[in-house]
T-cell receptor, first 115, second 115 residues
Framework: GDSVTQMEGPVTLSEEAFLTINCTYT??????LFWYVQYPGEGLQLLLK?????DKGSNKGFEATYRKETTSFHLEKGSVQVSDSAVYFC??????????????FGKGTKLSVKP | EADIYQTPRYLVIGTGKKITLECSQT?????MYWYQQDPGMELHLIHY???????EKGDLSSESTVSRIRTEHFPLTLESARPSHTSQYLC??????????????FGSGTQLSVL
């Protein structure tokens, strides 16, 4: 079945460092891909998404490109801030309603940014 | 702006008590979900609903039950709470986008502690 694998954390970076969180997926059909972020004590928020191959999602300085050839959707940011400290989840949605039309989430990657 | 609300934010109760976690959304979304989030951050889908009078069990078996009498309301009930039920519970709703994919909106969660 469909699945998402993302790099295990925790990831600890200094402020202004470059961030990459790897995400790969397995899916039938033509999935849409998402990154959600969970700040401490909160629920998840959609960070960015891409709905077809070669699409680039971007928001708040974060970017991810839908790479069908490598089945990947890696999250990147050029210069992280302390306020980016959170848990990041990669997810996929099968366009044809696989998995009862539910999102498939990765296990989450905790990012801590030090001043 | 997402409008999905969960109450209470925090709940500490004794073993054997009956509890109901409330979730309401004002976005008119048909589909709603309950996720259980373990301390390792992984999300587990425990219940979902396609609409009024529809409830389905998710990927993770749960002793909780849900009901969907009104579109905007999706409460979760534990008849007899146990320490193993201690967890963060996240409610979500989804909109079907024009591309036929789903996008989730999350509440802030209820942190349940059973003593």
């Amino acid at each position: 079945g469909d699945s998402v694998t993302q790099m295990e954390g925790p990831v600890t970076l200094s402020e202004e460092a470059f961030l990459t969180i790897n995400c790969t997926y397995t899916a039938t059909g033509y999935p849409s891909l998402f990154w959600y972020v969970q700040y401490p004590g909160e629920g998840l928020q959609l960070l960015l998404k891409a709905t077809k191959a070669d699409d680039k999602g971007s928001n708040k300085g974060f970017e991810a490109t839908y790479r069908k050839e490598t089945t990947s959707f890696h999250l990147e940011k050029g210069s992280v801030q302390v306020s980016d400290s959170a848990v990041y989840f990669c997810a996929l949605s099968d366009q044809y309603g696989g998995s009862q039309g539910n999102l498939i989430f990765g296990k989450g990657t905790k990012l801590s940014v030090k001043p | 702006e997402a409008d999905i609300y969960q109450t209470p934010r925090y709940l500490v109760i004794g073993t054997g008590k009956k509890i109901t976690l409330e979730c309401s959304q004002t976005m008119g979304h048909d589909k709603m979900y309950w996720y259980q989030q373990d301390p390792g951050m992984e999300l587990h889908l425990i219940h979902y609903s396609y609409g009024v009078n529809s409830t389905e069990k998710g990927d993770l078996s749960s002793e909780s039950t849900v009901s969907r009498i009104r579109t905007e309301h999706f409460p979760l009930t534990l008849e007899s709470a146990r320490p193993s039920h201690t967890s963060q519970y996240l409610c979500a709703s989804s909109d079907l986008t024009s591309r036929g994919t789903i996008e989730l909106f999350f509440g802030s969660g209820t942190q349940l502690s059973v003593l």
